[in-house]
């Protein structure tokens, strides 16, 4: 008793054989079967009759403890990928770091993962340590010491409803405590983007990070470097859409992480109206996505990174260039290097570009020039884009006041709104009163951007 508390209070875990699971029955763990996917249940309950092992396992299992219930369910069996596939008529073996099979019930789409073995020492890896493919299989207590954090390394059957725990992962939840399995450095070494990972987790659970999880990570963070620049991309697009970004990029730059997914990241978060603006379009992906709503990756990435094009714009127009050349020139600057950095996809960088050339036509509002915008394919992405640079004081609010009535408006309505900005431009003064109608409100709690248009793609 007296050791116990000593190792509580010291932050050792109690030693335990890891090849024999604490066996948890529903009066312990509690997990609702009702937020189990029933066809997570049915894959299970199929490879079971076949004769093999089959469990729900890692951040379903997780999110099922803490009373959530989970949108992906992942399943691990002792079955090989070719046995999986012959149980399942919509299955399909991808990946080759890592085989996996896809079986598919109509749209929702379950990975199925067979145990793994420690078979990683002999595994290939590069220079630094990075494993390159690693397909060994192996019984369940090997494949448990595999999984990266003890919070993630559970299994649960629903068959009998009950949750394997092999490294203290429910006594991590209850104390809301990230812990990872193994030495720090080599989990690390082994994967760099655990180390994103950790702060997505970390920041999405409300978890605190453990001391010696937490402690290598500023001295390795140069290994993310070393990661196929398509992974880090698909990690950072899970931090900012899980519903926690803005905690997010928080905690990376706590753990001096910010540098390996967006460069110049702390020289924008730095500017007084930079750090407005990026906080205001974080704060409304938050929103929208806590609220069930899409968010479109263009938007966001085009919301990060313009204040790099921003700068590189008015240094074009100080040189001489007309504005929408400038523009068109900052934009090529900034994809140039975002691009191969951030693995952005074409279609993602073409929203991006699109969303940026409407800026300077916003502030075009006589003759037919509105009405030409208001046709364009992207104009609500471009339109919730001007509200936010509005609500971040880079323009005035008069500019989305404007558009917002202009865009409310019908006939009539409309001609008089061009009519009257027509007049202020020709004579340079301030622009007439307005009747006021009701703003446009943002999704979500208040925020300035995310409308379904802009926010959630097409």
Known sequence: MIKKFIRKILGVKDQRDPSEP????????????????PNAVRVTQ???????????????????????KPKDFDIATDATPEEVKRLFRRAFIIGR????????????????????GNGSNNAPKDEHGRVLRDNNFGPQHEDAARRDFTIN??????????????????EDIRAKCLRIIGMPEARYREDP????????????LGFTIEPSTRAPIPVMAPLIDNVPAARVFDEML????????????????????????????????????????????????DNRVKAGKGVSPGFLFASLLWHQVLEKWNAYRAAGEAPIPALHLAADDVLETQTDNLALQRRIATDMRDIWAMQPRFERRAGRAPYKLLEHPRFRAGYDFLLLRCASG???AEIGEWWTEFYDAEGGERERLVAAASTREREGGAAPKKRRRRSRKPSGEGAPAAAPESAGGE
């Open 394 to 396: 880079e323009l005035p």
């Open 46 to 68: 199929t490879l079971q009759e076949a004769g093999f092992k089959a469990f729900v396992v890692g951040g379903a299992v997780r999110d099922l403890l803490l009373g959530v």
């Open 193 to 204: 983007v655990r180390m994103l990972r950790v702060v997505r987790f970390a920041a999405k």
């Open 97 to 116: 770091r890592f085989q996996i099979v896809h079986v598919m019930f109509g749209q929702e789409l379950l990975e199925v993962t067979t145990f793994r």
């Open 22 to 37: 604490v066996i948890l029955g529903p009066d312990e763990h509690r997990i609702d079967p009702k937020n189990v996917s």
């Open 238 to 285: 899970k931090l900012l859409l899980s519903g926690h970004a803005l905690a997010c990029l928080k905690e990376l730059r706590a753990a001096g992480l910010h540098h390996g997914l967006l460069p110049l990241l702390d020289v924008v978060l730095e500017q007084p109206i930079g750090m407005k603006f990026v906080t205001l379009a974080l704060e409304s992906t």
């Open 153 to 170: 390394a559970m299994y649960y059957d629903p068959a009998t409803q009950s949750v394997l725990d092999y490294h203290g992962g429910i």
